[in-house]
């Protein structure tokens, strides 16, 4: 991953650290860090108030038409990657996930001088270990969320991953034609 970039939310010390690729020198440090990044974080939330409100479409466009367009894969995974941070983070208060995404198309619409009716229906299915492994062994498509979830667990080794993905007709099902590029 590149660290390269400017600092955002984080910095590239603070992307390293949440990355497992530094340690800090005292207990003490490492608190010191997951304040500071706690910090900007909440802060950051309150910017997109001022963002929806004042940046000028010009220059929301310049980010996400001409930069994010010729990101590809990158740019998906960086959207759908704040998205998710979004869903988990509002899932920790006492707020509905669909109702704030209502309320933030509305916003962004009423621009647009119309209103959105959004319909939010989400159905969960659990994952197992037993189930993936069957998928990797059987030769099926995995969803990245699957992917995912077998590198995250520690009972499926990095290397029946590796195995499974060593494939080059495999397909990773996430509906998008770069997973069959994409080096994982």
């Known amino acids: ?34 304040a500071r990044i706690r910090d900007r974080l909440h802060a950051a939330l309150y910017d997109f108030e001022v963002l929806v409100e004042g940046l000028a479409e010009t220059d929301r466009e310049l ?28 899932g920790d208060t006492e707020i509905d996930f669909e109702t704030v995404l209502s309320e933030g198309i509305n916003l962004a619409e009423a621009g647009e001088e119309r209103a959105a009716t959004v319909d939010l229906d989400v159905t969960f299915h659990a994952l197992s270990v037993a189930e993936v492994r069957r998928k990797m062994r059987e030769g099926e498509p995995l969803s990245l969320t699957e992917l995912a979830f077998a590198d995250a667990r520690t009972e499926i080794s990095p290397d029946e991953v590796a195995e499974y993905l060593r494939d080059d007709d495999r397909a990773v099902d996430d509906g998008r034609i770069q997973s069959r590029v994409t080096d994982f």
């Open 1 to 34: 991953m590149n660290d390269d970039r400017e600092r955002g939310i984080l910095t590239p010390a603070d992307r390293r650290y949440l990355r497992g690729e530094t340690e800090f020198a005292s207990v003490q440090s490492e608190r010191n860090a997951r």
């Open 63 to 90: 980010v996400f038409a001409d930069r994010l367009d010729r990101e590809g894969t990158a740019a998906f995974d960086a959207l759908v990657s704040a998205v998710a941070f979004l869903y988990r983070g509002v």
